[in-house]
């Protein structure tokens, strides 16, 4: 969503000094009047010379401003690449999951861990009140089961479902 406003923004900017530009090439060229210019008199300057003066500067603006342009429609179009940390992650879908195999244990941190879908294996051990070793041993016999998984944060692990 943010690249897309910053996509919007950048694509109305180089609009605007396209607009500009335009008008800025029309104000001259009407004041210019015809592109052939008589002899300079009495000092004066022949107004063709201010465009022809002018046109690299313009050509530049041009140039960046469909830079520009092309920029900010890049940004409009991009997708939005979600980097997802673990305070980010959402709560994945909860799957059917046959807990008839669980022993009551399993089954109580299996329910905790999918209610929440993301937990701290700390946060376990105070939720159930069982030992941190009685808890590492549950999770191990839930890996082993392809229902969760741990990664390592920290000095402790964050234990998510398995997909």
Known sequence: MKNKRLG?????ISVVLLFTLGFLIYQIKTQVGGLTCPIEQDGKICPYHLL?????PIYFMFFVSVIIFLVG?????RKEVAVKG???QEPQKTKEVKTLDLT?????????IQ???TIF?????EKTQFSKVKITRILDRLEGKGLVERRRRGMTNIVILKN
């Open 115 to 117: 209610a929440t879908g």
């Open 86 to 88: 673990v305070e980010e």
């Open 52 to 56: 022809y003066n002018l046109a690299l």
């Open 8 to 12: 919007l923004a950048v694509i109305v």
């Open 104 to 112: 009551p244990e399993e089954k109580t941190v299996f329910e905790l």
């Open 121 to 125: 294996q700390s946060e376990l051990a």
């Open 73 to 77: 429609l890049y940004l409009f179009t």
